[in-house]
C-alpha cells in the first residue's frame, strides 16, 4: 500500500470520544512509521508516545502510565520479542505486535510471548485503529468485549471477578492479559456451550480479525498454562472438543 494513500485516508475517521484520554506507546525504529501512527492515533484523540527500540520503550513504560503498546518485531538494541518478554514479565498492558513478516512462525511465537493482536505492515489504518479501541475496551474495564454478560463466576477452586477483572484460583490471583481474561470469562459465563474458533474471534477478539484461526489456540494453550501454574483441575476447565474448537466444563467427580 502507498503510505501517502494511507495518509489521506484518515481524514475519513470519524473521532470517538472515549471519556478519558488513553496512552499508546509506538515503538518502532523507522521514524516514519511512528509518525503516521501517531497522526492516526492522535485523530481519534489518543495520547501517543514514541520509542525507537526494545530498551527505550521499557523506559518509557517504567516512567508512564502507557494503556497499550504497538511494537514493531525487527528493530536494533533490543528487538520486539524481546521486549515483549520482558513487558510480560512485570505488566499485563496490551500489545499489538507490528512486523512488515507475516510468516505465520512469526506470528506464534509473538503470541506465545504474550502479545494480544498482530499487524502485517504495510497496514490499514481502520484496521490498526479498530484493533487498538477493541483490545482498550478490555483493558479499560469498559466492558469485557462483546457478548460477555455481566456478573462474577465461580466453580471450585476458580472466582472471575468481572468487575475487579481478577482471576482468583484457590486464593491466589492469576496475572492474565486482557484478552486472556475475555477469552476465559467468556468460556465460563456458558458452561458446557460449545465454540469454533471463528465464533470466538467475532465474540471475544470483537472484530473481524484478519489472520488465521490458529491465534485462538495458542492464546488457549497460554491461558491454560498459566491456570494450570495454580491448579491443574482449573486448566482442565478449558476442554478441546476435536474437530469443532473449546468449551468449558466442569466435570463432576
Excluded at 158 to 166: A, F, G, M, P, V
Aim: hydrophobic share 45%; charged share 30%; proline share 3%.
Amino acid at each position: 500500500m502507498d503510505w501517502t494513500a494511507v495518509v489521506s485516508l484518515t481524514f475519513e475517521l470519524e473521532v470517538e470520544h472515549v471519556g478519558q484520554v488513553r496512552t499508546i506507546l509506538v515503538v518502532d525504529d523507522e521514524e516514519r512509521i511512528r509518525k503516521l501512527l501517531r497522526m492516526f492515533l492522535e485523530r481519534e484523540e489518543f495520547r501517543v508516545l514514541e520509542a525507537g527500540n526494545g530498551e527505550e520503550a521499557l523506559e518509557v513504560i517504567g516512567k508512564e502510565q502507557v494503556d497499550l503498546v504497538i511494537l514493531d518485531l525487527m528493530m536494533p538494541v533490543m528487538d520486539g520479542w524481546t521486549a515483549c518478554e520482558k513487558i510480560r514479565a512485570s505488566r499485563d498492558i496490551p500489545v499489538i505486535m507490528l512486523t512488515a513478516r507475516g510468516e505465520e512462525g512469526d506470528r506464534v511465537l509473538g503470541f506465545e510471548l504474550g502479545a494480544d493482536d498482530y499487524v502485517v505492515k504495510p497496514f490499514s489504518h481502520r484496521e490498526m485503529v479498530l484493533r487498538v479501541k477493541a483490545l482498550l475496551r478490555r483493558s479499560g474495564g469498559a466492558g469485557a468485549g462483546p457478548g460477555v454478560p455481566e456478573g462474577s463466576v465461580a466453580f471450585p477452586g476458580l472466582c472471575i471477578q468481572e468487575e475487579s477483572r481478577k482471576v482468583i484460583i484457590e486464593d491466589q490471583v492469576v496475572s492474565l492479559t486482557p484478552l486472556e481474561f475475555d477469552l476465559l470469562l467468556y468460556l465460563a459465563k456458558q458452561q458446557g456451550r460449545v465454540f469454533t474458533r471463528e465464533q470466538l474471534l467475532q465474540n471475544v477478539w470483537g472484530y473481524d480479525y484478519f489472520g488465521d484461526l490458529r491465534t485462538v489456540d495458542t492464546h488457549i494453550k497460554r491461558l491454560r498454562e498459566k491456570l494450570a501454574k495454580a491448579s491443574t483441575q482449573v486448566a482442565e476447565y478449558i476442554a478441546t472438543v476435536w474437530g469443532v474448537g473449546y468449551k468449558f466444563e466442569v466435570k463432576q467427580k
